[in-house]
């Protein structure tokens, strides 16, 4: 297999690279690739949070601000939802979504610095986000500084599907299917759909990432497979 995972110094600018140049397919190709799953996936991530009217809560990597708009149903008017990405492309996409609701407010910010005071928020959502950090153990630390005490921290991310068959045919379909469609929805030149699953492959399976939340402080951690496994949600309490 090529290495299409750019070196540790590089791995911002690229991945950034990347998310500019999908960032007006990034819905839609996500919507193609899982076939719809996504939606719940999401939904389920929000659940696990359970937010109620008042919280204060970060979607670090918004994105396209999928996330932040479940969050910010959950807490209502009395609380918000601050929804932070390093891309200025995914953040006008998110922004766009944005018309006519209240209580999101959109932040660049790198989630390895976030622009968040310590203990300032009740929960950090994150999705599809921390695979592509350069300092992963960074970013999970900044995770922890700026929760509450008994804040949550919910991280909907790929894992490894647990079936060693089914592991085989999404080893094919992600490194076959996935790249060639995804190119073609989203006319991309700069690489994002083979770099998509070489990332997943890099990044600590479910027991592997559990075990790291726990080094780090988290307690009540858990996690929960969807699609046998290819998504894992993590949660861990501060
Ligand atoms: C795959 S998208 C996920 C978007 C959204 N959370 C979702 O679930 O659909 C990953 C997002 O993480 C952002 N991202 C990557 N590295 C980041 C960093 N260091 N700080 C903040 N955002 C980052 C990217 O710009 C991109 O918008």
């Known amino acids: ?39 719940r996936w999401k939904k389920k991530t929000v659940e696990l949070a359970e937010l109620g009217p008042g919280d204060r809560v970060a979607d670090v990597g918004t994105g396209t601000a999928d996330l932040a708009i479940l969050a910010a149903d959950q807490v209502g008017e009395k609380g918000n939802v601050v929804a932070i990405d390093l891309n200025e492309a995914m953040l006008q996409r998110g922004l766009a979504k944005l018309v006519g609701r209240s209580g999101v407010m959109m932040a660049r910010g790198n989630a390895e610095r976030l622009p968040l005071k310590d203990q300032s928020v009740d929960a950090v959502l994150t999705g599809f986000c921390m695979r592509n950090v350069t300092d992963f153990d960074g970013a999970l630390a900044e995770i922890f ?25 999404y080893d094919f379909y992600s490194f076959q299917i996935l790249p060639a469609v995804g190119q073609w929805v989203s006319n991309d030149q700069t690489g994002v759909y083979d770099y998509l699953p070489a990332s997943i492959r890099q990044f600590p399976d479910q027991e592997t990432f559990a075990k790291k939340l726990r080094r780090m402080g988290f307690t009540e951690v858990a996690y929960y497979n969807r699609a046998g496994g290819i998504v894992a949600i993590h949660i861990g309490k501060k």
């Not at 929760?147 to 490894?160: A, H, T, Y």
């Open 1 to 39: 297999m090529q290495n299409v995972l750019p070196s540790s110094d590089k791995k911002e600018q690229t991945v950034q690279k990347m998310f500019s140049s999908i960032a007006r397919y990034y819905d839609l190709n996500n919507t193609v690739l899982s076939l719809g799953l996504h939606h």
């Open 145 to 169: 500084r700026v929760l509450k005490p008994k804040g949550r921290m919910v991280c909907l991310e790929f894992s490894r599907p647990q079936h060693p068959i089914f592991r085989k045919l």
